[in-house]
C-alpha cells in the first residue's frame, strides 16, 4: 500500500494542522461489524489521541454489561485519513481506534484485538498474515427520503461499459476517493448482476485489510448517496440473480517471502499452502457463521450463481470453495469463495486465519485438487467422492460453529457468546415471520 505506515502522535497532530482539519471521527465496529463512530472537534485531539476519550460500551451491540460499561477508544495512528469529502463545517478526518478498558487492558469484546491477536500469534510463528478481497455490492435506487428501494440502478452485466453501466461515475468517484485516502485500487467494474459492482483494492496484511474493508463500505455509501443511490452490501437483495460475494485471497509470508509457493510442489504450492488449505477445508462448516452471518447469507450460497457450496478445492475450478489462482511466485495466494460483504472482517478474517494456521499446525492434507463442475453432479456422485456442502442456513451455521471449537478459542467466549446470542436471536425472529411467498404458496390452497 502507498500509505505511510508507522506515524507518530506527532506526525498525526501536523497532518491535522496541514489539512486544516475541524473534526476528528474516532471509528470502531461492534461485534457484528457495524461501524460506529464519536465525533470530536479539532481542540479534542490531542485527548483523543491519548487514548482518554470514553463512551458507554454498555449502548453497543455485543460489548458490555451496564454496570461495567466505561471504554476508552485507543487511535491507531497509522490509520488516519482526512475523508475526501467536506461537510458543511469543514474538513473530516478519521482514526479507527482499539476498544480499551478503565484498567488500561484490551477489551474483551472489542472485533480489532480479536483479529490483532491470531496476528500476535502467527508472527511468533514467523508468519505474516496478508490478505486481499474482492468487494462487490449493488448500488440502488432510493425513495424521497433517501432509504433504499429494491430497484436496480442499471440493466447492465459482466463488464459493461456505459450507457448500460450507469453506475461509472459513482463508481469511479469511490475510486478516486479511496486513492485520496492512499488506498492502492487495482481494478473496478460492473459485475453480473444489474445494479451489481465490484472494487478491488490491492492486498495487505490482514489487520490493515480489515480496515481497508470497513473504510470502503463507509466510502462507497457516502458517495453513493451524492448520487441518490444507496450502495448495498446484502448479499442476496434479489431473488433469481447473483448475489454479492467477498472473496478472500490469503497468503503467508516468511522474512518477505511467500512461503505458499514451492515450484516443485504440485500447481507450485507448498506444503505449508496445501496443508492451510486442509484447515479452511476441514473448518470450513465451523467457521461459516462468521464469513455469511446472515440469514440472507444463504439465499446466495446455493448452487446455478456462481456462489460456492460444496467444500472442495482445485487450482481453476470455480465452483469449489478453495480456489488457487495461477498466479505463481510472490503472488501465490489462496481464495475462499464463500465469505460476503456483510461479514465482521475483523471476526472473519480471524477465523479464516485460524482456520488454515490450524491446518498448518495439525499438518491437515486437503482431499485431492476436484476439477469436475461440482453444480453438475448428482447427490449420489457427491456423496461417493466425499463432498459436503457448506450450512443451509444460519440455524444450521450456527450448529456446525458450535460442534467446532476453532471459532470459540479464536474470538474468545466474550465475543463468542455475544455473537452466538445475537444470531440466536436473529433466528429465532426470522422463523416466525409470516412471509409473502408464504401467503402466495399456501392461502389459495389452505
Known sequence: MCRQLGKTRSDVLSL?????????????????????????????????????IMFDGSSIEGFTRIQESDMYLRPDYDTFSVLPWLTKDGTVARLICDVYTPQGMPFAGCPRS??????????????????????????LETDAKGRPVLAQHDA??????????????????????????????????????????????????????????VTFRMVAKAIAANYGLYASFLPKPFYGQNGSGMHTHMSLFHNGSNIFYDPAGPNGLSQTALHFIGGLLYHARGIAAVTNPLINSYKRLVPGYEAPVYVCWSSSNRSALVRVPAATGSSTRVELRNPDPAVNPYLALA?????GLDGIAKEIAPPPEFLRNVFEMSER???????????????????????????????????????????????????????????NRYLPIY
Open 381 to 439: 456422485e457427491k456423496a461417493e467422492e466425499g463432498i459436503v456442502s457448506l450450512p443451509g442456513s444460519l440455524r444450521e451455521a450456527l450448529d456446525s460453529m458450535e460442534r467446532d471449537g476453532l471459532v470459540r478459542s479464536t474470538l474468545g467466549g466474550h465475543i463468542y457468546e455475544a455473537f452466538v446470542r445475537a444470531k440466536t436471536a436473529e433466528w429465532d425472529e426470522y422463523r416466525q415471520q409470516v412471509t409473502t411467498w408464504e401467503l
Open 351 to 355: 477465523v479464516m486465519f485460524a482456520a
Open 114 to 139: 480479536v483479529l490483532k491477536k491470531v496476528a500476535a500469534g502467527a508472527q511468533q510463528q514467523g508468519f505474516e498474515l496478508l490478505a486481499g478481497p474482492e468487494q462487490e455490492f449493488f448500488l
Open 16 to 52: 491535522v494542522e496541514e489539512h486544516q482539519v475541524r473534526f476528528i471521527d474516532l471509528q470502531f465496529t461492534d461485534v457484528l461489524g457495524v461501524l460506529k463512530s464519536v465525533s470530536l472537534p479539532v481542540s479534542q485531539i490531542e485527548q483523543a489521541l491519548d487514548g482518554k
Open 156 to 213: 447492465g452485466g459482466y463488464f459493461d461499459l456505459a450507457p448500460i453501466d450507469r453506475g461509472l461515475d459513482a463508481r469511479r468517484d469511490m475510486v478516486i476517493a479511496l486513492q485520496q485516502m492512499g488506498y492502492e485500487v487495482e481494478a473496478s467494474h460492473h459485475e453480473v448482476a444489474p445494479g451489481q459492482h465490484e472494487i478491488d483494492f490491492k492486498y495487505d496484511h490482514a489487520l490493515r485489510t480489515a480496515d481497508n474493508i
